[in-house]
């Protein structure tokens, strides 16, 4: 082709990239709107609505059109647009190897699946869930198997999450967790230090949600572009336009709501930080999973957890809670670590990992056929036992407690992991390059961390892959060290250990 | 084509109907996002996403296969099917009529005007203004030469609204409340009766929302189906599942609040009554304007502004309002007339209309071509005298008041006048059924009368043509002759005029 072949396929090109963009956004939008403020009834208008667009999506994802436009495309461009091919391609090679009745069967699957696990974790009994998991799991392989069946199915799942780091990058990274945190959570198990809990008590959810409101404004959330809900489980979505925050609040632990705002504000600012200028493209669009799950991390971890946060924020909670306390106990509170948790979303920065590496394990033997759907619960209960010390006493507090795989999500969890290691290695580069943060954070000047996330992460989209990003922000590959550094420094010092 | 022919092609075509109307469904619901929950600075994505789903909308609705499958329908099939095609045809061959670039412009010009009408009238200044609406007028013109060059444009127009009423009955409508609404304003005017007005000093927006809540569970509306927000032009959208409600409020008037609460639930109320099992096909989607503004006005006037209804509601009212009142107090305050206002969404039921009017003269004669735009605000002012008695000092309180026309609505209005006409018809048909509805009301006894709307009107859909189904709920045309009769009646009783 010419180059003004070239141009003008590219722009026709563009043109059909950025229309399933934007109905993408719209997609999330009724997801949105679904979770947080759709009365129950709506429930099947909605699916009626939702499966809809997901139609015409899949059909523009899979056009033949698009397939011949990548093709003349591919070699043919370079820089920024050959980016937006690499993506795009990939998208559609994964959408279009994928038989349309086995997307139906995947997505009506999961949607009856939920009901039945909800009732199954109600009841605290996996065998009513049993058949459905079964079913769940056939099909993911069959899933694999249709986009690559010369391929590991697991690794393929998991590209669907993190598609840049290859498996055995994850695994080894979980492995050295396996390996090097049960000591660690070991010797703070045996310290005698009992660490502060100033927020005995309950508290009023306004009260809550004053406090959360102020974190977001401490932060730098911008309103405008945004807004704060509550939801069953917290989560944010949106564009860099407009990035939505929901929580939650329970009575008891105002640190949740806190936490869990201040790890959502970290995926919105993600969001907002994509060029609006790119809006439409994979340029504007977020990475993958892992970078997310690192900017949720960074802030929640490594800001909201910090004593630098809590001598700015301290007077903030006695404020809105009515309560009189100390920075050095908030941040204890904030820190407590948990051996005997069986709960993965109430769990500690340090077991929290050995949760992850339990299902990753599962997960991957379920879909690589090693590991029967009947024997999900004694190993699962096996593992917390070995991991952790503690061992479930029903399924409700096993194997039942998270709604991944029955929403068919296999290899999802690992990004969890992998984005808490970035979190601290990205964490170390910013003060590489800003100098030691915590007199920032205790000012309450958030702008240079903040800022130097967007130049070195948001603001490039999908335009480098995962590896890429790491590299050129981090300057070294996605590591554990600096995590595991920050892990033995922060809760040696906190619970005394010898180090 | 044979009977299993015609039955696949049927299966097919119901298919891509129902396709059409989920996804008008999911633009509808991001339609009440924008005005409801979404920060303004989402703005420009919202823009993009809309586009991109009402271009698919489109492309599905002029789509050559459907083109195809309505003519093989078409005489061959009958009852509710015949109706589905006759609804979806009039929709394709509209949108087909229409050059795409034409929609486009439209879109663009109205999305551009708003903001210049909007400063335009925080200036008062029409002069600003009158380019652009020229334009637009231009654009409307040029559409609906487009839909059919042959016949009156201002007829094609309201078609958009009101399909099936021949503009001839609008308009003889529309003439009828010229001639004799005056004299019955007129006497209201000479009459010495002042109304009661109890609820004069201000109130808390929680305390006015408790209070419109309450009205909202009195009259049974769903919330399982529905939810209540502000906005700052109240209305109403949604499906069978889910018809969401919104209202605003103003410190000194909560009667406005609460008057324009029934008003949305009587929008709201018509649309949950459509049937479930119809939902994406004309069955399950109301009529048009006029159906649905029956039922908003039914509710608001027939019901919300009626003796009964305040001898059940004026204890609720002082309980939420922390005010001591009676009955005959709140009904004169709801049912007081304005001649002096000038401003059509104050307005009173009985000035409303000449409002109209004036806005139906106005907008035909500009889309006929027998009005220059540069002439709105002389003759605005002018009908107004002449009308009401009243004369706008500036273009905000005249002819740059409403919307409607900088978004490109021309043939809207006389829907609002209509719906009145039909919710006093409809409501006598109702009291012949069911017999005279002033206890069930004082009573909180709503089910008979929402059942049946629901059985007569709702159910329907568009199933019957809009002269068909007021026909069968009636037993006649639509006429204005209920209207007029209840107007004087109440008002002649309200102010004590000679009959």
């Known amino acids: 082709m010419s180059s003004q072949q070239v141009d003008n396929t590219y722009e026709r090109f563009l043109d059909h990239v950025k229309q399933y963009h934007y109905l993408s956004g719209a997609s999330m939008m009724l997801g949105w709107d679904q979770r947080v403020t759709m009365p129950e009834g709506g429930t099947p208008a909605r699916a009626k609505q939702a499966s809809a667009l997901s139609a015409v999506q899949h059909d523009m994802l899979t056009d033949d059109d698009l397939a011949a436009m990548l093709d003349d495309l591919e070699g043919a461009v370079e820089g920024e647009r050959a980016a937006i091919v690499r993506e795009t391609r990939r998208s559609h090679e994964r959408a279009a190897r994928v038989p349309d009745d086995l997307v139906e069967r995947l997505t009506e699957a999961s949607a009856n699946a939920h009901p039945v696990w909800k009732q199954a974790k109600a009841d605290a009994d996996f065998g009513q869930f049993e058949e459905t998991l079964r079913e769940i799991v056939d099909l993911r392989r069959e899933y694999a198997e249709a986009i690559d ?9 998991v590209e669907e999450y993190e598609p840049y780091i290859p498996l055995s990058d994850i695994e080894a990274t979980l492995e050295r967790l396996r390996e090097e945190l049960p000591p660690l959570i070991d010797d703070i198990g045996d310290s005698d230090v009992e660490l502060a809990n100033p927020l005995a008590g309950t508290y009023d959810q306004d009260d809550q949600e004053s406090l959360v409101r102020e974190a977001l404004d401490t932060l730098g959330y911008d309103w405008d572009r945004g807004r704060l809900d509550t939801a069953a489980h917290p989560f944010s979505v949106g564009t860099q336009f407009d990035a939505r925050v929901t929580t939650r609040f329970s009575p008891d632990d105002p640190l949740d709501a806190l936490g869990s705002t201040i790890h959502e504000f970290g995926h919105a600012s993600y969001t907002l930080g994509l060029p609006d200028s790119e809006y439409g493209t994979p340029l504007g669009s977020d990475r993958d999973m892992t970078i997310h799950e690192s900017q949720s991390r960074l802030w929640e971890n490594h800001v ?39 709960i ?52 409700a507090e096993g194997c039942l407690q998270d709604t991944h795989w029955a929403g068919a999500s296999f290899g999802y969890f690992p990004t969890y992991s992998l984005g808490s290691m970035l979190a601290a290695q990205l964490f170390a580069a910013a003060e590489r390059d800003l100098g030691p943060l915590d007199d920032d954070i205790e000012n309450g000047a958030f702008d240079p961390l903040s800022e130097w996330l967007t130049e070195n992460v948001h603001q490039h989209g999908c335009r480098y892959t995962t590896p890429e990003l790491v590299e050129s922000a981090t300057g070294e590959r996605l590591t554990a060290d600096y995590f595991l550094d920050y892990a033995r420094e922060k809760y040696g010092q906190l619970y005394d250990l010898e180090n």
């Open 344 to 395: 993965r979303v109430e769990a500690d920065e340090l077991t929290y990992h050995l949760h992850i590496v339990l299902r990753w394990e599962i997960e991957r033997d379920l879909i690589r056929g090693d590991l029967a759907v009947s024997e999900v619960p004694a190993v699962w209960n096996d593992r917390m036992e070995e991991y952790l010390g503690v061992r479930p006493e029903n399924d």
């Open 304 to 342: 909201g957890r910090s004593l630098p946060f809590w001598r700015l924020f301290t007077p903030v909670v006695e404020d809105h809670l009515g309560v009189e306390t100390e920075p050095r106990a908030l941040y204890e509170a904030a820190n407590r670590v948990y051996d005997d948790n069986l």
């Open 149 to 157: 069946p010369d391929r590991d199915p697991y690794a393929v799942l």
